[in-house]
């Protein structure tokens, strides 16, 4: 297993993919966090806790580099000699499970630490009230990292369910962009949706805006422990599948 996570860890870091999703997505982050602080805020939000949303980015993007450390594999056929140097194919989800995590977890955290870092000063230079204490703006960023970190996990799960890089890329992005926003508009069905879909919990487990801004988010904790649990339930879907199917197919 140490051999499989330094291989997986020299993966990340020497595979430029990962460092120009990162590096997109922290500029995007930096430039959005700049500009929503000089919006007008509604009445009975939290400035900060709208702004800091922009922050969530981190989390597609980490869903996202999950996914290509698994159907990477398949697309340039180094599945093949990777597997046959392991035991199990289960050890290596696992090691890319444990390295896309950690990665995702330190992403997270620098993401949502670098938009509180502006978007904090910028609104009291504007003698706009956040509408957050320290204690508050901390768990923000440390919910931006253990929300990463399961995004990322939930993308080598994915990976391993669908195998086809574009597959993959298209039916996370459909999902998160086009279904559930398109979902959450329905009577009834709507407010399960925005609640309990990943976009929700996402913005639940940071302790920001959701998507719309009045929709009813689960608390912190809980959107957590239900987005661990989801995560789990497709990483065991993809290992069960992984261990069964022909790999050169």
Same mark, same amino acid.
């Given at each position: 297993?140490?051999?499989?996570?330094?291989?997986?860890?020299?993966?990340?870091?020497?595979t430029?993919?990962?460092?120009?999703?990162?590096?997109?997505?922290?500029?995007?982050?930096?430039a959005?966090t700049?500009?929503t602080?000089?919006?007008?805020?509604?009445?009975?939000?939290?400035?900060?806790?709208?702004?800091?949303?922009?922050?969530?980015?981190?989390?597609?993007?980490?869903l996202l580099?999950?996914a290509l450390?698994?159907?990477?594999?398949?697309?340039?056929?180094?599945?093949?000699?990777?597997?046959?140097?392991?035991?199990?194919?289960t050890?290596?989800?696992?090691?890319?499970?444990i $390295?896309?995590?950690?990665?995702?977890?330190?992403?997270g955290?620098?993401?949502?630490?670098?938009?509180?870092?502006i978007?904090?000063p910028l609104?009291?230079?504007?003698?706009?009230?956040?509408g957050?204490?320290?204690?508050?703006a901390a768990?923000?960023?440390?919910?931006?990292?253990v929300?990463?970190?399961?995004?990322?996990?939930?993308g080598?799960?994915v990976?391993?369910?669908?195998?086809?890089q574009?597959?993959?890329?298209?039916?996370?992005?459909a999902?998160?962009?086009?279904?559930?926003?398109?979902?959450?508009?329905i009577p009834?069905?709507g $407010?399960?949706?925005?609640?309990?879909?990943?976009g929700?919990?996402a913005a639940?487990?940071?302790?920001t805006?959701?998507?719309?801004a009045t929709?009813?988010?689960?608390?912190?904790?809980?959107?957590?422990l239900?987005?661990?649990?989801?995560?789990?339930?497709?990483?065991? $879907?993809?290992?069960?599948?992984?261990?069964?199917?022909?790999?050169?197919?």
């Amino acid at each position: 297993m140490i051999r499989l996570l330094r291989g997986e860890t020299l993966q990340l870091a020497t595979t430029r993919t990962y460092w120009m999703l990162a590096a997109g997505a922290l500029a995007l982050i930096a430039a959005g966090t700049s500009a929503t602080t000089f919006t007008s805020f509604t009445s009975g939000t939290s400035p900060a806790r709208t702004t800091l949303a922009i922050a969530g980015l981190a989390q597609t993007v980490a869903l996202l580099a999950g996914a290509l450390s698994v159907t990477s594999e398949f697309r340039h056929k180094t599945i093949t000699p990777a597997v046959l140097i392991t035991p199990g194919r289960t050890p290596l989800l696992v090691a890319k499970l444990i $390295t896309m995590a950690a990665a995702g977890l330190a992403f997270g955290l620098a993401a949502t630490g670098m938009a509180a870092a502006i978007a904090l000063p910028l609104l009291a230079a504007r003698h706009i009230p956040a509408g957050i204490s320290g204690t508050q703006a901390a768990a923000i960023i440390v919910g931006g990292g253990v929300a990463t970190a399961l995004a990322a996990a939930l993308g080598v799960g994915v990976g391993a369910i669908i195998r086809n890089q574009v597959g993959a890329i298209i039916t996370v992005l459909a999902l998160l962009y086009v279904a559930e926003p398109l979902l959450g508009f329905i009577p009834h069905a709507g $407010t399960a949706v925005q609640k309990y879909g990943l976009g929700g919990l996402a913005a639940a487990a940071t302790h920001t805006t959701g998507f719309p801004a009045t929709a009813q988010l689960l608390g912190q904790g809980a959107a957590v422990l239900v987005l661990a649990a989801y995560t789990t339930a497709v990483l065991l $879907t993809g290992a069960a599948l992984l261990r069964h199917r022909d790999i050169t197919a």
